[in-house]
């Protein structure tokens, strides 16, 4: 039988359901991170919230809990920086039902080794026990993070043409997306076998974006939108941040998919949109760049692969 994310428990359908409704009414929410512009300032703010999901069921079973932290940062400074944004400060919520406080102390160094690598402050938090709430020895994480910049400099998507090259930056595994589904399909044994790939964690890529932002966007927009791959993956989180009559193609074959990704795929029979609508597939960041500088960005991250295209059309993400 085929395992989907929608089987495992997850409906990214009533997610983005829920963001449209909402947008209805708040219409200025819906992209990676939230702008707040600073009156009488040539700043704005850009905030993000997130957790880490259910790959904390894993954190668990192995009794390792010094990596989710990093997790955590990333999620949120990973959105911010889809902006452009420089992050500036942090804040975690750390919750259980009775504190462990080895056990926290080992996430909040984590935290504060995400916050290091993002060139970020972990300025507080707030811990809360609530007995009865979670199972023993179990704990719930979220935080946010703030970051600036400069109004007019803001990276969002409206600036993308027919023509744009796509730039994948490589992951480190499944990041924080897709847990349900692969704790779905593996058993206790299999997920302690692929512990190593399963918990590495989240690849924070603030910095080197930041500086390719500021050689690539030095005097007018090079790299002109920016998309985490987390939740709805190549299909929804690419989508955001596309123009109208604006659509992308992923070509699958242009990278080497992990590992990985390919065992939770065969051994779930897992669809192959849902697999790329639910993880990240090896690529956890993509830039849209302008042609005449795509070599240049690939260049300059390295590892960095071609991997798709814009043209015109409707509005959508295709993979061939």
Not at 19 to 31: A, M, S, Y
Not at 77 to 96: E, S
Not at 147 to 176: A, R, T, W, Y
Not at 281 to 309: D, H, N, T
Request: glycine share 12%; with cysteine.
């Amino acid at each position: 039988m085929a395992v989907t994310y929608k089987k495992a428990g997850v409906n990214i359908d009533a997610g983005n359901e829920l963001v449209e409704r909402l947008k209805k009414k708040l219409p200025g929410i819906g992209g990676f991170g939230g702008l707040f512009p600073i009156a009488g300032t040539k700043y704005n703010l850009v905030s993000s919230t997130d957790g880490v999901g259910t790959k904390l069921k894993l954190a668990f079973l192995l009794n390792k809990h010094d990596t989710v932290g990093i997790d955590l940062v990333a999620m949120n400074v990973n959105d911010l920086i889809c902006a452009g944004a420089k992050p500036l400060f942090f804040l975690d919520y750390f919750a259980c039902g009775k504190l462990n406080v080895g056990q926290a102390e080992q996430v909040i160094k984590g935290i504060a080794k995400g916050c290091e690598l993002s060139g970020s402050r972990l300025i507080g938090g707030e811990t809360a026990e609530m007995p009865g709430f979670y199972k023993n020895g179990e704990y719930d994480l979220a935080g946010f993070s703030v970051g600036i910049i400069e109004k007019g400099k803001e990276i969002n998507g409206s600036k993308i043409n027919s023509g744009d090259v796509i730039v994948g930056l490589p992951s480190s595994g499944p990041h924080s997306n897709g847990y349900s589904l692969i704790r779905k399909v593996f058993s206790d044994g299999e997920l302690k076998k692929y512990s190593k790939q399963l918990l590495a964690p989240t690849k924070i890529y603030v910095k080197e974006i930041l500086v390719a932002v500021a050689k690539f966007n030095l005097k007018k927009q090079n790299i002109v939108g920016i998309a985490h791959i987390t939740g709805g993956s190549f299909y929804d989180k690419i989508e955001r941040i596309l123009p109208q009559n604006i659509r992308a193609v992923i070509e699958k074959s242009s990278w080497k998919v992990p590992e990985i990704f390919k065992i939770v795929q065969e051994k779930g029979n897992v669809p192959e949109k849902d697999i790329y609508r639910t993880l990240n597939m090896g690529i956890g960041m993509i830039l849209i760049v302008r042609p005449k500088i795509a070599l240049q960005v690939k260049e300059f991250f390295k590892s960095a692969k071609k991997i798709g295209y814009v043209e015109e059309g409707e509005r959508g993400v295709e993979l061939i």
